[in-house]
T-cell receptor
Framework: EDQVTQSPEALRLQEGESSSLNCSYT??????LFWYRQDPGKGPEFLFTLYSAGEEKEKERLKATLTKKESFLHITAPKPEDSATYLC?????????????FGQGTRLTINP | DSGVTQTPKHLITATGQRVTLRCSPR?????VYWYQQSLDQGLQFLIQYYNGEERAKGNILERFSAQQFPDLHSELNLSSLELGDSALYFC??????????????FGSGTRLTVV
């Protein structure tokens, strides 16, 4: 069964303190790994898609990387507005149809 | 605004009741996905419709059902509600049957509270 595990569950950082969030996955044939950001009371917002080991994507202070078994979301010099829950998902096939399987998320808090 | 509209935003109802959640997908999107998000379960896939036809089922209870109408809006019906059904219900949409490189576009959700 396709599974996604994210760690840590929660992370508190000071403004400017860089860190990484982890997403490990087991899937029969990775077709795509997705990162989303979710703010309280809102729906997930798409950030990145990664398809193959070694691939990297960047957006402002965020950089996502992918290996054969896990993905990392690196946050460089974060600001308070980066506080959110970050969700990782893998593209899986169910009954011949593709869907996204999500991890539990990492709740990130950036203190000023 | 993501372009995916969900109504109502909040719903409070009693155990045993039935409710209907509504979703209008982003213009041009033919697929609609329903997800349930609770504190202990994360985002769980319920069901997918593509152009009016059921495409895939996930962990959807028999008490729950959904449909997609000719105008592509979708409704999720939850019946015989239990306290454990309290959660955020999200609708997402995409252009085709399969997941594309930009994933899904999510609505802002309906918060269901069963008392």
């Amino acid at each position: 069964e396709d599974q996604v595990t994210q760690s840590p569950e929660a992370l508190r950082l000071q403004e400017g303190e860089s860190s990484s969030l982890n997403c490990s996955y087991t899937v029969s044939g990775l077709r795509g790994l997705f990162w989303y950001r979710q703010d309280p009371g809102k729906g997930p917002e798409f950030l990145f898609t990664l398809y193959s080991a070694g691939e990297e994507k960047e957006k402002e202070r965020l950089k996502a990387t992918l290996t054969k078994k896990e993905s990392f979301l690196h946050i460089t010099a974060p600001k308070p507005e980066d506080s959110a829950t970050y969700l990782c998902a893998v593209q899986a096939v169910v009954q011949g149809a593709q869907k996204l399987v999500f991890g539990q998320g990492t709740r990130l808090t950036i203190n000023p | 605004d993501s372009g995916v509209t969900q109504t109502p935003k909040h719903l409070i109802t009693a155990t045993g009741q039935r409710v209907t959640l509504r979703c209008s997908p982003r213009s041009g999107d033919l697929s609609v996905y329903w997800y349930q998000q609770s504190l202990d379960q994360g985002l769980q896939f319920l069901i997918q419709y593509y152009n009016g036809e059921e495409r895939a089922k996930g962990n959807i209870l028999e008490r729950f059902s959904a449909q997609q109408f000719p105008d592509l809006h979708s409704e999720l019906n939850l019946s015989s509600l239990e306290l454990g059904d309290s959660a955020l219900y999200f609708c997402a949409s995409s252009v085709g049957r399969q997941v594309r490189k930009d994933g899904y576009t999510f609505g802002s959700g309906t918060r269901l509270t069963v008392v």
